[in-house]
């Protein structure tokens, strides 16, 4: 074992001869000061966010999953569902203030209590949860949701997050692995569960409860009412009970009560 092996500090890296070995402590330090370029703060969730890939990236891929996503998920041909979804869906872009995105609202033909929304601006409400959704409000607070999403750059959020932890696992390998990589397999299988549980999942439960929050605010500029989201979220969560949900902590999603909670904090916020 080498004297900078047996303190802990350097490594070596790779087969070339002309490479000096890395300092462990500058390569961490490094990763970190990248991830801090990158973080900005955004007005809309009221913090910073680690969001280095541009909107604009995004978006361009956005447009090839969503062709990809038309050309293989059944649209609903009932013009009423999509004349619904349109009169709901149309005021909460206008509220949203992003003339630069090219909104589209697609009611796909499925029974799921589903929707979602991509990078692009496309955003897709399954048969199902138009079934689901009783009245204007109800739907508005499933629509604002997804928008809000947008607002809130969680889509360049996420991937930021999964780039930086990929980086940030291959760099551990390289650190803690030992010498000759003995380690390397245990440290990713380690850390690749500890940032799946303890930064992506939280982040995504964070991630809808701003949603909901800044689809409420959305709701009130478009002239809806956002009690609506409190109605449409206890009938959801009746709906949960009868089916079952995961732990909190295993999921993508707060846990019901709490997401309630905080969205009836979040409506009795709002200006009068």
């Known amino acids: 074992m080498t004297k900078e092996r047996s303190e802990g500090r350097r490594v070596s890296v790779g087969m070339c001869p002309c490479c000096p070995p890395l300092d462990r402590r500058a390569l961490l330090c490094g990763l970190v000061a990248g991830a801090l370029a990158g973080c900005s703060d955004n007005a809309q969730t009221g913090r910073r966010q680690l969001a280095f890939v541009p909107d604009g990236q995004l978006a361009t891929m956005a447009d ?8 293989k998920t059944p649209v609903s041909s009932d013009a009423a569902l999509g004349q619904r979804l349109a009169s709901v869906a149309e005021p909460l872009a206008r ?9 589209e609202f697609v009611v796909f033909d499925s029974p799921e209590l589903n929707a979602f929304v991509l990078p692009n ?8 949860m138009m ?13 604002g949701h997804e ?9 360049a959020e996420r991937v930021s997050q999964q ?5 940030g696992v291959s760099v551990a390998q390289l650190v803690f692995g030992g010498e000759d990589g003995e380690n390397a397999e245990l440290v990713a299988g380690v850390l690749g569960l500890g940032a799946t549980y303890g930064v992506l999942l939280p982040y995504s439960r964070t991630h809808e409860l701003e949603a909901d929050r800044v689809g409420v605010e959305l709701m009130r500029k478009a002239g809806m009412e ?36 905080h969205l009836k904090a979040a409506v009795a916020g709002l200006p009068a």
């Not at 928008?147 to 889509?155: G, Q």
């Not at 780039?163 to 980086?167: G, N, P, R, S």
């Not at 707060?254 to 909670?261: G, T």
């Open 131 to 143: 079934e689901f959704a009783r009245d204007r409000a109800e739907l508005g607070a499933v629509v």
């Open 226 to 261: 956002p009690l609506g989201a409190v109605r449409f979220w206890e009938r959801m969560i009746a709906h949960h009970e009868r089916q079952g949900a995961p732990p909190e902590a295993l999921s993508t999603h707060p846990a019901d009560a709490r997401r309630l909670a």
């Open 121 to 128: 601006g496309k955003v897709a409400v399954f048969r199902g």
């Open 163 to 167: 780039l930086a932890t990929q980086v």
């Open 147 to 155: 928008v809000a999403h947008i607002l809130a750059r969680h889509p």
């Open 64 to 71: 090839q999953a969503w062709a990809e996503l038309l050309s």
């Open 95 to 103: 509220a949203s203030g992003r003339k630069d995105l090219t909104w």
